[in-house]
């Protein structure tokens, strides 16, 4: 079978395959987006690990067509698309699309795995031609266009020339190296003697105390297992993320639904004596983060590393806040049980009560 891609646009004119996305009139949707129709035993962390259940069960229904989509290009959404039209190469390399997926989406990766440099070679390759030749995650909107359309332009690039990175990063070193080294270095910083880390296993909350804000991908990379990270800087600089983790339908573990972040943005800002003030991102945002707040941040920025954003000093000492952030989890989790799959009207619920 020859697949191939359509821009989302023409999702209904043949039989399509919707990954990470959703969209009426799919013949099989391939997505780990909360709701979605995909078929319970194709569920996955990732949208490509979903593609790549498929790939191992050819008799799904639906998976006999040839045109496949995405209403937006990220990591996770490509390596979905570019597996299902290129299967044999896929499974060969399965293990290693599974690690770029996850790093891309949630930005978590276990560094001791043998894979794991050529998964951020190729992750930092893919980051660095989409900003180069295109434009960066959400950023259509400032230029006026849709995402559905815009990124049809990336697949159409991206989707020839990835296998030949896949099998030789080397190759294309000059475009991934530097984000690669950023990365790297990061990597080794939170792992001296200048970090401390802090788990809340009850909480799904993990503290990092290090001295500089460093690249996602250093940051979430040991943060496995936990969906809330609270980043203490030094020069009392503060930001807490509720992780991507909880915005999907995770299959691997049973998580906690989110809480929304205004009632402690409220009572920080009962206690804050700087001249800023604390915010926090909706509940249904992909990743909410709390921070205090010179001039509001775009979704691209919010979006974008830790240590490409301003991070504002609090009058609060760094004890103080991690002490209230857990306590507002406390409070919120008092009496919930982890499980999968909550919709989003069991997640509001929670939040009211």
């Not at 129709?37 to 990732?46: E, F, I, Q, V």
């Not at 979903?50 to 290009?73: D, I, K, Q």
């Not at 775009?298 to 504002?312: M, N, Q």
């Not at 989790?333 to 929670?350: K, S």
Request: with cysteine; charged share 20%.
């Amino acid at each position: 079978m020859n697949r191939y891609f359509v821009p989302f646009a023409q999702l209904r004119r043949q039989p399509t395959i919707v990954v990470d996305s959703t969209g009426l009139g799919a013949a099989l949707t391939l997505a780990h987006w909360r709701g979605a129709a995909t078929p319970a035993a194709l569920r996955d962390d990732t949208s490509a690990g979903s593609c790549l259940r498929a790939l191992h069960a050819p008799a799904t229904p639906g998976l006999a067509a040839e045109a496949v989509t995405a209403n937006h290009f990220d990591i996770d959404g490509f390596i979905g698309v570019w597996a299902l039209l290129n299967p044999a190469l896929a499974l060969a390399h399965e293990e290693l699309l599974r690690l770029v997926a996850t790093l891309g989406d949630f930005r978590e990766i276990d560094w001791q795995n043998p894979l794991a440099d050529h998964a951020l070679q190729l992750a930092c390759w893919l980051n660095a031609e989409e900003k180069a030749r295109f434009y960066e995650p959400f950023g259509a909107p400032a230029r006026r266009r849709r995402e559905d359309e815009a990124s049809a332009e990336k697949f159409a690039w991206f989707l020839p020339r990835f296998a030949e990175v896949l099998l030789d990063p080397a190759a294309s070193r000059d475009a991934w190296e530097p984000e690669y080294e950023r990365v790297k270095l990061a990597v080794a910083a939170l792992h001296g003697p200048l970090t401390q880390r802090t788990n809340y296993p009850d909480l799904g909350l993990v503290v990092l105390r290090t001295p500089a804000p460093v690249p996602y991908y250093a940051l979430f990379g040991p943060t496995t297992g936990f969906d809330w990270v609270l980043s203490l800087y030094d020069g009392q600089r503060y930001e807490l993320e509720c992780k991507y983790t909880t915005w999907i339908d995770l299959a691997s573990r049973p998580t906690l639904p989110r809480l929304p972040l205004a009632p402690l943005a409220a009572r920080l800002n009962e206690l804050e004596k700087s001249n800023y003030r604390w915010t926090a991102d909706q509940l249904t945002d992909t990743g909410p983060l709390l921070r205090l707040t010179g001039r509001p941040l775009s979704k691209a920025e919010r979006y974008a590393d830790p240590d490409g954003r301003p991070i504002y000093a609090s009058s609060l000492a760094a004890g103080t806040l991690e002490s209230e952030v857990v306590a507002f989890l406390q409070k919120g989790y008092a009496g919930i049980e982890p499980r999968h799959y909550w919709t989003w009207a069991e997640v509001r619920a929670v939040s009211i009560g």
